[in-house]
């Protein structure tokens, strides 16, 4: 018995069995949720003391620095569920860190998308950290924080902090915007599995009947459709994830 027989008499359970299964999956992973706690940065450098003129000094408020740069972080939830200010781990709070041997010398929000969240930063002087506290972060709500400090690369200042069902605070790359959830690579799968069923079924109805193989050329318009949908589905990914975009043009 071959694969279209198998199909012939057994496709009203097939299609009983694929079309749940698919829209299960798509209600699944479209009522999820999840609270993704993310930020991204850019450091700027304004100026650095030169050596070989040693009679240049440069200062900030009456403190001799060697060099001055700026930090812009987004720090946004990147999922679909609340995080409230009672999700933040007590004994490890979100906070802007920077390496030891520098020294953050401000700190202000450049921008706040929803101001009902109530950010605000609080100093722990004996860390030289920043604490940031908020009401409440809806999904693809966030702010940006500027801070003016001594360091001189991005890897010099971070952040840091645990939120409960969501772990740590996770630093993402904005050159790497292209990365896909699960959602985004089950979709594909699941089109180009449709694709590769409807191509097999062809090459054996063209077996089976005995047809002429230039109907194989319904292979091609079938491809074209197909990475349009993709295309389609691209564009759709991009749109739901414009808001990461939206925070990099307000850097």
Request: overall charge negative; charged content about 25%.
């Amino acid at each position: 018995m071959d694969i279209l027989s198998v199909i012939e008499n057994n496709i009203i359970t097939i299609v009983g069995i694929l079309i749940p299964t698919i829209i299960a999956i798509i209600l699944y992973l479209k009522g999820r949720k999840v609270k993704k706690p993310i930020y991204f940065l850019k450091t700027f450098d304004i100026a650095s003391r030169d050596k070989d003129i040693p009679k240049l000094k440069l200062i900030y408020e009456d403190r001799p620095i060697e060099t001055l740069s700026i930090t812009r972080i987004a720090i946004l939830n990147d999922g679909n569920e609340t995080i409230d200010c009672q999700d933040v781990a007590k004994k490890d709070p979100l906070r802007i860190e920077i390496s030891k041997n520098f020294k953050i010398l401000d700190a202000d929000f450049h921008y706040i998308r929803t101001p009902a969240n109530d950010f605000s930063l609080e100093t722990i002087e004996n860390q030289n950290n920043i604490k940031i506290n908020f009401d409440y972060i809806d999904g693809r709500e966030g702010c940006i924080i500027q801070v003016i400090h001594d360091g001189a690369k991005s890897d010099d200042i971070s952040v840091a902090g645990s939120i409960k069902g969501a772990g740590e605070i996770v630093q993402r790359d904005i050159n790497k915007n292209e990365e896909y959830s699960t959602s985004d690579i089950i979709f594909k799968v699941v089109l180009i599995s449709i694709f590769g069923f409807v191509v097999i079924t062809l090459l054996q109805i063209i077996n089976y009947y005995n047809l002429s193989y230039w109907l194989i050329l319904l292979i091609v318009p079938i491809g074209i459709i197909l990475v349009i949908t993709l295309v389609l589905i691209e564009k759709l990914i991009k749109f739901y994830k414009d808001h990461i975009y939206f925070y990099e043009l307000k850097m």
